[in-house]
């Protein structure tokens, strides 16, 4: 019988913080997805969101409520995202 070491794949404390911290991210874009995905959403609703969302990227990049503790490697992700948003909303 062959013998897997599954120790290497268990997911540390820390991890286990990181995969908490994420869910608490994208619990909005979850929010969010749902809501336009009932029926037809009408376009205020759909800035709205925009808005929201952005607002959401602009505090985790910038460590402010809820977010004041969250791990470094999740701000640098949400600061590229939040860059690319700011990219794509001074260019339209």
């Not at 120790?7 to 540390?12: I, T």
């Not at 991890?15 to 809501?35: G, P, R, Y």
């Not at 809820?66 to 490697?73: A, M, R, T, V, Y």
């Amino acid at each position: 019988m062959l013998y897997i070491n599954l120790q290497s794949l268990l997911l540390s404390p820390i991890d286990w913080a990181q995969v908490k911290q994420i869910i608490s991210v994208l619990e909005k874009f979850n929010e969010f997805t749902l809501l336009v995905s009932e029926g037809s959403p009408q376009i205020t609703l759909s800035l709205a969101i925009y808005y929201d969302l952005a607002d959401l990227l602009q505090e985790v990049s910038e460590k402010e409520g809820k977010f004041k503790n969250i791990d470094e490697d999740i701000v640098v992700v949400m600061e590229r995202l939040h860059n690319h948003h700011v990219i794509i909303h001074v260019h339209k």
